[in-house]
């Protein structure tokens, strides 16, 4: 059974957002203007959403949300 986890991140660029990804993660502008970012993936072997992605995105001054299902 797959866990598809997914985040926002308000105000940045895709291309930005995706730098910071590992290969099991990927960024999806949504909103109207285009503005935010969805964050879609699954964890795998350490690379996880809040393990790994929210926190490397932090390093730069992204903050992430995680979407609670």
Not at 21 to 38: F, K, M, Q
């Amino acid at each position: 059974m797959s866990n598809v986890r997914t985040a926002t991140v308000k105000n940045a660029k895709r291309a930005t957002v995706e730098a910071y990804l590992p290969s099991n993660y990927r960024a999806y502008e949504i909103g109207r203007d285009g503005r935010d970012v969805l964050i879609v993936g699954e964890d795998d072997h350490g690379w996880t959403l809040d393990g790994y992605v929210i926190p490397r995105l932090a390093s730069g001054l992204i903050v992430a949300v995680e979407e609670k299902s």
